[in-house]
């Protein structure tokens, strides 16, 4: 049981939802982005714990939160302006979404992982472009 009383839990959510949101208010384009790449990351990784613990119900809602940040991220290419890469990043977050669809289909984690790996690429190649 958790010894933080209900109010002061409460009030922790409260401050870090304002904090997030302060956060996405403030940041650029490029911050934004590497906020969706970290919060996909997190997502798959939670995903994966679920998915070792047999908690299907949460690992099925986080892939799909997961999914959906991925979707955001593909959404976002400019694919007039940003030809190959672009037309490659479409391609990898197609395939990333595909994998983690399986991934929750088949309750593999080594799907997760290689979702995990692609998505820390990603990551890594855009904060070096910072």
């Known amino acids: 049981m958790n010894s933080t009383p209900r109010a002061m839990q409460n009030g922790i959510f409260e401050y870090r939802k304002v904090g997030v949101q302060t956060g996405v208010e403030n940041a650029s384009p490029h911050k934004l982005i590497q906020m969706l790449l970290d919060g996909a990351v997190e997502k798959v990784q939670l995903a994966r714990g679920y998915m070792e613990r047999r908690e299907t119900a949460k690992k099925g809602q986080t892939v799909s939160w997961a999914m959906a ?10 694919m007039n302006r940003g030809g190959a890469v672009a037309e490659n990043l479409d391609a990898l977050y197609d395939y990333m979404l595909r ?5 929750n289909l088949t309750d593999d984690p080594a799907m997760l992982d290689e979702v995990s ?10 904060n070096g472009i910072a």
Request: proline share 0%; glycine share 8%; net charge negative.
């Open 69 to 78: 940040i991925i979707d955001g991220l593909r959404s976002s290419l400019d």
């Open 99 to 103: 994998r983690l669809t399986e991934a």
């Open 117 to 126: 790996k692609l998505l820390n690429e990603i990551r890594d190649g855009w």
